[in-house]
């Protein structure tokens, strides 16, 4: 689906960032594997991922909130003078607190990492993709940015506002074949949802149909289906995948 591709994955350290590295590699896709924190089990997982399916996969590190360090980054995948096929946007941060607990820099931390540096992201990617005439954008949102939940005025308010941010930026980048979409996962098993009591995660669960958590892996199937042209007339969508846990 992705043979030949060349794609940007944030928040590849992460449950479904790694998830979704494989699955690009899998599918004969190259990528540009970006976390902030290196260790030496991410780049032994990317050597593995890399060696397993005959593609490159190259670390990056930057953290979003750096947008000095994360403008060098892309500049320096610019000079490689490869085409940039599709952009990942997996990297993201959760804050659970009740509306009168939310102190406003603790509102603008989560909107910093999960909204205005996706958006800067897209910004030096899609510069780079108008001048190619094509390119695919995947912004991983959240059920969350749909429904509305108690305690989730940050996490939630932060996803439904990269929800519209992908809607209208697709409005925009369609003339240069630009295609961007967002996900919406439901509860899927990463460190993201450790600290969650059990109790409580298992409230979220009994109301799905499905009632278990997502493999990372399953996500990582939507993704690749978004950023593929096997999704080629889909743009400005919000793909949920949550076992069933928005009733319409
Ligand atoms: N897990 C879920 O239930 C769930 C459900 C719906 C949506 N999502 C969304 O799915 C995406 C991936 O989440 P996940 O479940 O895979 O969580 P995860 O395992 O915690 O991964 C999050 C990734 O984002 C990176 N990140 C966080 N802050 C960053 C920053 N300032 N700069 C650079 N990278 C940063 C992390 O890097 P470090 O390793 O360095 O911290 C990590 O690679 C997120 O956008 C999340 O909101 C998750």
Do not use: H
Not at 50 to 72: C, H, L, P, R
Not at 121 to 134: E, P, S, W
Not at 219 to 228: E, G, Q, R
């Amino acid at each position: 689906m992705l043979k030949n591709k060349n794609v940007i994955v944030t928040g590849a350290g992460g449950g479904i960032g790694l998830a979704t590295v494989n699955k690009i590699a899998e599918n004969g896709g190259n990528v540009w594997a970006c976390t902030r924190t290196k260790t030496e089990q991410f780049e032994q997982d990317l050597q593995n991922i890399a060696n397993q399916y005959g593609v490159w996969i190259k670390a990056v590190y930057f953290d979003m909130t750096n947008e000095s360090q994360m403008k060098t980054a892309i500049k320096e995948i610019s000079l490689e003078k490869r085409s940039i096929d599709v952009l990942v946007n997996a990297a993201g941060t959760v804050y659970n607190g009740m509306f009168t607990m939310t102190s406003i820099s603790k509102l603008k931390e989560v909107f910093e990492v999960n909204y205005f540096e996706q958006i800067y992201i897209m910004q030096l990617v899609a510069r780079l993709m108008m001048r190619q005439k094509k390119g695919s954008i995947v912004n991983v949102a959240s059920v969350s940015g749909i429904e509305t939940t108690e305690g989730k005025l940050a996490y939630g308010s932060s996803k439904a506002a990269l929800i519209y941010a992908s809607k209208t930026i697709s409005k925009e980048l369609a003339q240069y074949n630009i295609r961007v979409n967002a996900l919406a996962p439901g509860l899927t098993d990463t460190k993201m949802n450790k600290e969650i009591p059990d109790a409580d995660l298992q409230k979220v669960l009994d109301r799905s149909s499905m009632k278990r958590m997502a493999n990372p892996e399953e996500i990582a199937n939507a993704i690749v289906f978004l950023a593929s042209d096997q999704s080629s007339f889909m743009t400005g969508q919000v793909m949920v995948v949550d076992g069933g846990r928005l009733w319409s």
